[in-house]
């Protein structure tokens, strides 16, 4: 906004000290801002005599105010006194009328009003503590975000050590602030007896250690010859929490000591000792105090959970995924046995500025969700995304507010609200991240004490966890961790926020099952391109688990007959639907190139399973959902059982037509299952399992991930858990029921109608129980005995029994 003024006082400067070696020119503009000030200083640095000008206000500039001015005052003239004028102006006071450098009355005023704001009270010269107030940015009124009570604070700092060598003023415009910060520790300092030049502003082992032994106020206490009640008030206010600073120690004091305490997780006194005193004024507080939380990056397998425990942690949190930090596959089971819960974190650098954009952001929101999933974590829990460098305020608007805008997106691609974002960082980022509604529960990195962002700053409202000290565990097993106070916010997930996922042991090593990190990625991918794709606002037909499953058939398993088995969604549709289907597929296959390996350190090369013949199977089962009594064959088994069954007797009914000596039974027992043949292991094994995934996905609304995890887990419990689920869910387990859909099979002239005769060729094939002219050929009582066998046998082998 332009000040007439402020420029005057810019054309001043420009034509008075232009020419002077060392000045900077100022933009004639009438804002005030830095430059003007910076401008200011240099002018009265020349005036002081000085040659090597610069923009700070500092030794040089201090000693030779001191040694040629002393005060300024009413009898002052020239250029020092409108060098004082601008300074004034810029500041928001009237810096007086004359034009020739001339002291009036209304610069004598504002001297006095200037002086009483900054809590001197009424002066008519200006020192050089108030020369370096004026010339400087700082604010003496409140402020409109500021607290008349904070105020009140620092006026009385101002008013208590202005007259010490090293203190300068603080701001009274109601913020706490870093300078504010260290105007109260050097106040402290003062208390404790250090002379100036040794008090230096920061909380040291001197502060400490006199803080400690001398600093404790308590109910009735009142300031007499040190200020040490008075100090503890105004820390109790930089802190949220309103007193009178009065130095008097009443019943106000200590209900405002106690509700620090509480909301700091101190020990509840009431009075003001040293614990209370730390966290007041440093972000660590007291780092000696023992937290209940820890986080490392280090892999807790064998003993180090237990270890953690036995140092008095119920919490720990470890990394989604890192080079060598991330958790391992059996790491949170060992966690949870150990009574511990467990605080995702998901870091990939986060530690410099150059890490945060709003696209990188929901890049990393995107792939923690994928590896919560992978790691089983349920819904709902809460992810910590770092900042991890001193962002400074201007880089939390510009870099870190649009960074979390697009974790939060990434978080809520696929579905949203699946998991919650918290932030982890200093406190004022994880006080303004939660103030924009973009992070929640913090994770203070408090141990960062001299960071911007936790000097002059409180504890952020709701903080979860503040982390304060780095710390190694004892014994031969030594590693590192980070010690952290937790509070009752905290939301650890717990043995019933995770759900078990399928592992494998290989040369003892616990590895994560392949396809189960492979399914879990992909489904991710699909359903955030099914979310994002539209056709003039029409959403895809296809559901998830159809883009997987014929992405992972393609390769081996969408040749005839299986794009009559299960044909893609898009070839019945027309229009925007089918646009929008088509477009989401292809959208989806090219997506899915980048998550089609895994990392052979998390995952074994191999899980046992044909996967392009169980995803062909599983997506025949889900385009026919079952519609039909458990006794027939439906269309959805000539995808799966059915058809191999058919198989294997393709193969008995061409064996037996030259050796007379074969029969159903024994044939089927071995062929069901066996090393290849029509009705192989790995077959048998995909029919099983591709049945019951999508019975999951059908009846039970679990994604197709989830499902095929479960199968992969209940397989490792039970070797048999397949073949049983699938007979209870096709079949209620019913044997009669397995041999009447096996005898509807070879009766169906539906079936061997259209899939049976694309898979078997052209030459006649004879159907069980079928006579045929061959002097070899079975007689009446084989005949018809060999359909009933074949029913009774696959019933067998698919009950166990027999």
Request: overall charge negative.
């Amino acid at each position: 906004m332009f000040d007439h003024w402020v420029h005057r006082t810019q054309v001043w400067l420009n034509g008075t000290y232009g020419a002077v070696a060392g000045f900077v020119r100022v933009t004639e503009d009438g804002e005030t801002g830095w430059r003007t000030i910076w401008a200011l200083r240099r002018a009265l640095q020349h005036e002081l005599g000085l040659t090597a000008l610069s923009d700070a206000f500092g030794p040089a500039t201090t000693a030779a105010y001191v040694a040629q001015v002393g005060e300024l005052g009413p009898t002052a003239r020239g250029n020092l006194v409108r060098i004082l004028q601008g300074g004034l102006w810029c500041s928001g006071y009237p810096g007086g009328y004359a034009a020739d450098g001339v002291w009036d009355d209304t610069l004598t005023a504002s001297v006095g009003r200037l002086a009483t704001d900054m809590g001197l009270g009424l002066r008519s010269t200006v020192d050089v503590t108030m020369m370096k107030g004026v010339l400087s940015m700082d604010a003496y009124v409140l402020v409109p975000r500021g607290r008349a009570t904070v105020r009140a604070a620092q006026q009385a700092l101002n008013r208590a050590y202005v007259g010490r060598r090293d203190y300068a003023l603080v701001p009274c415009d109601g913020v706490y602030s870093r300078d504010v910060q260290r105007g109260l520790v050097l106040g402290i300092q003062y208390e404790l007896g250090m002379a100036d030049g040794v008090a230096n502003g920061n909380v040291g082992p001197g502060t400490q250690s006199g803080l400690e032994t001398s600093g404790t106020v308590r109910l009735g206490d009142v300031d007499r010859t040190r200020r040490f009640v008075q100090l503890f008030q105004s820390a109790l206010v930089f802190n949220g929490h309103d007193v009178a600073v009065d130095g008097s120690f009443g019943g106000g004091t200590r209900d405002a000591v106690v509700a620090f305490q509480e909301f700091a997780c101190l020990p509840v006194t009431g009075v003001g000792d040293y614990p209370t005193w730390a966290s007041l004024l440093v972000s660590t507080g007291d780092p000696r105090r023992q937290g209940t939380a820890a986080d490392t990056s280090v892999p807790l397998l064998g003993q180090r959970a237990a270890t953690l425990r036995d140092l008095g942690y119920e919490t720990v949190g470890r990394y989604l995924t890192g080079k060598d930090k991330h958790l391992r596959a059996g790491e949170i089971e060992a966690i949870h046995a150990a009574g511990l819960g467990l605080v995702p974190i998901y870091q990939e650098w986060n530690n410099a500025p150059e890490h945060f954009t709003r696209a990188k952001g929901r890049a990393q929101g995107v792939a923690a969700v994928r590896r919560a999933r992978q790691l089983g974590i349920v819904p709902g829990a809460v992810i910590y995304f770092p900042v991890d460098f001193d962002a400074t305020d201007g880089d939390v608007a510009a870099l870190v507010l649009p960074f979390f805008e697009g974790v939060r997106d990434g978080v809520g691609a696929a579905r949203p609200g699946e998991y919650r974002v918290g932030v982890y960082g200093p406190r004022h980022v994880c006080s303004r991240v939660t103030a924009a509604g973009l992070g929640e529960l913090p994770f203070v990195a408090g141990l960062s004490r001299g960071w911007s962002g936790n000097l002059g700053y409180p504890l952020p409202q709701g903080w979860a966890y503040d982390q304060i000290q780095t710390r190694w565990t004892p014994g031969l097993d030594t590693f590192a961790y980070d010690n952290n106070i937790q509070s009752p916010r905290a939301e650890p997930v717990g043995p019933s926020g995770v759900r078990a996922v399928p592992t494998r042991s290989v040369s003892g090593t616990t590895l994560f099952s392949r396809l189960h990190l492979q399914l879990t990625a992909l489904h991710h991918w699909a359903e955030e391109c099914l979310a994002v794709t539209r056709v003039n606002d029409v959403a895809p037909a296809a559901g998830a688990a159809d883009l997987v499953l014929h992405h992972l058939q393609r390769p081996a398993r969408w040749d005839p007959p299986w794009p009559g088995h299960a044909p893609l969604v898009e070839w019945s549709l027309t229009g925007d639907a089918q646009a929008a289907t088509s477009a989401a597929r292809a959208a989806f296959e090219e997506r899915a190139a980048e998550v089609g390996g895994v990392d052979p350190g998390l995952a074994p090369e191999d899980d046992d399973v044909d996967v392009a013949r169980w995803a062909a199977v599983c997506r025949a089962a889900l385009a026919h959902p079952d519609d039909a009594p458990v006794e027939v064959c439906r269309a959805g088994d000539l995808g799966g059982w059915a058809l191999d069954l058919a198989l294997l007797w393709e193969q008995y009914a061409r064996a037996r037509a030259t050796d007379p000596g074969l029969r159903v039974a024994p044939w089927f027992r071995a062929g069901i299952g066996g090393e290849d043949g029509g009705f192989s292991r790995a077959a048998y094994v995909a029919d099983l399992d591709g049945y019951v995934a999508a019975s999951m996905v059908l009846r039970d609304g679990v994604p197709l991930d989830q499902a095929m995890s479960r199968i992969l887990l209940e397989t490792s419990r039970r070797a048999t858990w397949p073949r049983d689920e699938f007979a209870a869910r096709r079949f209620e387990g019913r044997r009669d029921a397995v041999e009447a859909a096996v005898a509807h099979l070879f009766t169906s002239s539906v079936f061997f109608g259209t899939t049976f005769a694309q898979e078997a060729g052209s030459d006649p094939l004879r159907l069980p129980g079928q006579p045929y002219d061959h002097p070899d050929a079975p007689g009446p009582d084989e005949l018809a005995e060999e359909l009933p066998a074949l029913a009774r046998t696959f019933a067998d082998v698919l009950l166990g029994q027999g």
